[in-house]
């Protein structure tokens, strides 16, 4: 059996040391960054086990590196740590993509539980290729197609679509897709998804059949081929 690999996140130096002693002593191989550049470069180029991310590194911090890894299509489990206690900041670490939330100060035997849980978990393998009706995203190089022609899409463009697509055949709300494309000071009165959605349908669905977007009146949207 293979030595499980770890990637910790922590910038406070006496709780990394604390945390990395207490996981080699419990056979695993540690990786420590201690801000968000450096934990993006590493779980770029390292395949991890799972990822031990404190909220507040500097450099990106820990939600905006747990976005940063999601969006990259990666599905390795995130156990996220912090000083901070608060409902709100627990919610900002799981919308982010983490699997678990876990408030300092804690026991070491309790994150030792927890990533044993999401170690046994595993990660879901989550494909870069999405197909839905005559529609192809290749979310690595973000690449999209249709009926074998290229569609040149904007940034935000892109990530509404793949949101979407990710979603295919359920309704997905504009607060889901203002959490997955644009940050927390998004205004939520504005009408620029139902812009982008409008342009979306412009390139996507123009004067194909069937549509691929779809309105759900005072619900959201569902991407599916009628």
């Known amino acids: 059996m293979s030595v ?3 990637l910790l996140v922590e910038d406070d130096e006496d709780v990394a040391r604390f945390i990395r002693k207490g996981l080699v002593e419990n ?6 960054a201690d801000d968000g550049e450096q934990a993006l470069e590493l779980a770029g180029t390292t395949s991890y086990d799972a990822i031990v991310l ?7 911090d820990g939600v905006a590196v747990c976005r940063s890894v999601r969006a990259d299509g ?3 489990p995130i156990l996220m740590l912090t000083a901070r206690g608060s409902v709100d900041d627990k919610i900002a670490g799981l919308d982010a993509g983490a699997d678990d939330y876990l408030a300092k100060p804690f026991e070491f035997g309790e994150l030792l539980a927890r990533m044993r849980a999401l170690l046994r978990r595993g990660p879901v393998a989550v494909s870069s290729q999405i197909v839905v009706g005559e529609l192809e995203i290749d979310t690595r190089s973000h690449r999209v197609n249709i009926e074998g022609q290229p569609l040149m899409l904007t940034t935000k463009e892109y990530a509404v679509l793949e949101h979407l697509a990710r979603n295919a055949g359920r309704i997905v ?3 889901e897709i203002a959490e997955h494309v644009w940050n927390e ?3 939520p009165f504005t009408n620029l998804i139902e812009v982008y959605i409008g342009r979306l349908r412009r390139i996507v669905d123009r004067d194909r059949m069937p549509k691929l977007i779809h309105t759900i009146r ?3 949207y569902i991407f599916e081929a009628r």
């Open 4 to 6: 499980m690999r770890i």
């Open 27 to 32: 056979a695993y191989a540690v990786d420590v």
């Open 54 to 60: 404190d909220l507040l590194i500097p450099d990106p």
């Open 74 to 76: 990666s599905s390795v």
């Open 173 to 175: 709300t504009r607060e």
């Open 185 to 187: 000071e998004f205004d």
């Open 218 to 220: 005072g619900s959201g």
